[in-house]
């Protein structure tokens, strides 16, 4: 396999992981960049265990989703139920000490990088098997009680409070999940790349995310996965010198499907269109 295909699916999955940890808390209204946070914290673990302590891969597995829901499970006790605004400062804040708490750590490579991660075989067949299974246990998620509840609660909190739906504890299961979810795109993130580097975990990666997410669609976790090779097979498809402009390019796509699309390229209704096409 060529390293440029081998780079397109593995960011693929890897950003799939992401904006699935992304839509998440989004079903109950909660835009939650502190996944990102989680991403780069079992990142930089996993990495550190391999390469410091030779841990076997799936004990590094295991504890990096571990990680990433701890790190979701004590802000939730606070931002379970609170405004979109709140939980985006919340996550934002935890992004800006976790990175900087990387860049002034000699163990982590502070801002050079941390390289020599061990190589895992097969890893790419199973980053996907993995995130077969991490699309399987949102799928049940959406198509359950839980999924129901969070469709009320994004459309009116108080609506839902009254049908009997614990908003904060429904808020703080969304984020936990969406937690451990980060923490194993983290942990294969750092395996699949080899290397870690603190300024990848910026603005900019949050800014991609949410391209590919409302891009997508943010109503259906199947959004993504049409959105998200399109907009990481446009690097190969482009000429360099316009590749370079991506995080322009992925702004200006993100404002039209808002003005145009505003329920992304796929929604619930589309899903029904299918539905009943297929069985005709």
Known sequence: ?????YYFLAFTGINIL??????LPYRVGQLHYLTVACMLASAYFSGFAAREWSWPFALILAAGILIGVLISLLPSFAIGDAPCFTVVIVGLTIIFIFKTA???????????????????QHLLPLTYLLLAAAGAFIYRIDHSRLGRAASVVFVDKNTAAALGVDVKQLG???QIAAGGIAGLAGTLYAFLIGSLFPEFFNLGVIGTLMCMLFTGGHSTMWGVVVSVPILEGMQLLLPSAIASWRQVIYALTLIVIILLLPGGLITKRTLVRFKGRSRA
């Open 18 to 23: 992401m904006c699935w940890s992304i839509y």
């Open 1 to 5: 396999m060529s390293s440029v295909l």
């Open 172 to 174: 703080m299961f969304f």
């Open 102 to 120: 990387v860049e002034n750590s000699a163990a982590l490579g502070g801002t050079i990088g941390f390289f020599g991660i061990p190589e895992v």
